[in-house]
């Protein structure tokens, strides 16, 4: 027998074969490569949760959302969730502090993840060939400003990435004019520019008297207007997108309205995503102590209160598990979209290739506390986790999970976040 050496062997194969996942067994794994997923999703709804009506009943593998519970609108898509109990916010508590440390792990500058928010840090690992690097939407966010409560994305430390809460105004971004004609659309988009190309000036000027810390923010709005004018200009780069139609003229601040605008969201999300305008996109509904009056399901009290209800209350704890199934029911909503929807760029359908993260700001809405976080993972066959199960941990910190998600797009580092609190993945979700 003639023995050929590795490096032999190697140089020896054609170039196709290099590129095929045969590499990785020439260096020494013995399984296929690990399949990584296209896209992000991220999720958002307020005020935490009661876990008695949130939790699963059963085991890992064979789980399902009793009736009447708040996840029960989910039981169609078992075989798509990951959903973990047991995470926690380490060291912090209450409703900003939880708003803050959600998606940055408590990340600072100094940190691996540069103190950015999973959206935005995937987003700059995968999103820099895309018509927008990402799109953040929002359901009423801004009735109360951009504070540290009502965001939750980050594109450095304090430095807030803030939702389009206006679905009109979503769609002219991603598709043009809302109807007009042509000339019109024309003057829209220069006019746009000349505003970018004043406030980028400004923003200059100013980054030149300013000390390092602000110079830094300054440096992210000029990253931010970079990929605002960008968007502007490139075209849907995706052949066999299909058409969006515009979405009603409301007043996407009224509070009747917040189960429309919601709804026009995320199918424009969901239209982006399909046509490559973006990698990465969130959905934030409202903020933390969110005002919102859930009246067409004929609550009476606002969401927020509803969250403090104490076991003795029970018409106030049914009328939350009420709100929160309707959440789950815009989940569900959203995930069969993806279903619905084919993957432009290979086989499969949108949820197949995406990983969608269902994040909230605190475990247990009644003690204020951020233990035992409750987080839902959905996705598919081009994913790397496996779906399908019911993960229960016990204090482990949220940054593992912010760490494996990460891994799961493409974008691997050590630990998200702050590194003193943790370290690698998190077990048992590959």
């Known amino acids: 027998m003639i023995r050929i050496g590795r490096r032999q062997f190697t140089a020896g194969l054609g170039a196709s074969l290099l590129a095929s996942p045969l590499l990785r067994f020439l260096g020494g794994e013995a399984h296929a490569a690990t399949p990584v997923a296209k896209r992000l999703i991220v999720f958002f709804t307020p005020n935490g949760t009661v876990h008695r009506f949130w939790r699963p009943s059963g085991t890992e593998t064979a789980f399902s959302f009793p009736a009447g519970s708040m996840l029960e609108p989910l039981n169609a898509h078992l075989a798509n969730l990951l959903v973990c109990e047991g995470l926690n916010f380490v060291d912090v508590d209450n409703h900003e502090a939880g708003m803050a440390n959600m998606l940055t792990g408590g990340g600072s500058a100094q940190s691996t993840s540069g103190g950015l928010s999973l959206d935005q840090y995937v987003a700059s690992k995968i999103g820099e060939g895309s018509r927008f690097r990402s799109l953040e939407f929002g359901v009423q966010t801004s009735l109360w400003g951009a504070a540290r409560s009502t965001r939750m994305s980050y594109s450095a430390p304090g430095v807030f990435v803030s939702p389009e809460d206006n679905p009109r105004s979503a769609f002219q971004r991603l598709f043009g004019a809302l109807g007009g004609d042509t000339g019109t659309a024309d003057k829209l988009l220069?006019?746009?520019?000349?505003?970018?190309?004043?406030?980028?000036?400004?923003?200059?000027?100013?980054?030149?008297?300013?000390?390092?810390?602000?110079?830094?923010?300054?440096?992210?709005?000029?990253?931010?207007?970079r990929q605002t004018e960008k968007g502007l200009t490139e075209p849907v780069a995706l052949p066999g997108c299909p058409?969006?139609?515009?979405?009603?003229?409301?007043?996407?601040?009224?509070?009747?309205?917040?189960?429309?605008?919601?709804?026009?969201?995320?199918?424009?999300?969901?239209?982006?995503?399909?046509?490559?305008?973006?990698?990465?996109?969130?959905?934030?509904?409202?903020?933390?102590?969110?005002?919102?009056?859930?009246?067409w399901l004929g609550v009476g009290e606002a969401h927020h209160e509803l969250s403090h209800k104490d076991d003795s209350n029970t018409a106030g704890l049914a009328a939350l598990v009420k709100c929160e199934r309707w959440f789950a029911e815009q989940f569900a909503y959203l995930l069969q979209s993806l279903k619905d929807r084919p993957d432009l760029e290979g086989g499969g359908s949108m949820l197949d290739s995406t990983v969608v993260v269902w994040a909230k700001e605190l475990g247990d809405s009644r003690m204020h506390d951020c233990r035992s976080v409750p987080f839902l993972v959905a996705g598919g066959a081009q994913s790397p986790f496996r779906f399908g199960r019911y993960l229960r941990y016990s204090g482990v910190p949220h940054q593992k999970l912010l760490t494996s998600v990460c891994h799961a797009l493409g974008a691997p580092l050590d630990t998200f976040g702050d590194a003193t609190r943790s370290n690698g993945p998190l077990d048992g979700l590959v």
Not at 197 to 223: C, Y
Not at 277 to 290: D, E, G, I, K, N
């Open 190 to 225: 220069r006019r746009r520019k000349s505003m970018l190309d004043l406030v980028r000036g400004e923003l200059n000027d100013l980054s030149q008297r300013v000390g390092a810390e602000e110079k830094r923010k300054l440096e992210q709005h000029l990253e931010a207007l």
């Open 243 to 295: 058409s969006a139609t515009a979405p009603l003229s409301m007043d996407a601040m009224a509070n009747a309205n917040f189960p429309a605008v919601g709804k026009a969201q995320m199918d424009l999300m969901v239209s982006a995503l399909t046509c490559g305008m973006t990698r990465v996109a969130s959905l934030q509904w409202s903020h933390t102590v969110a005002p919102q009056v859930f009246t």
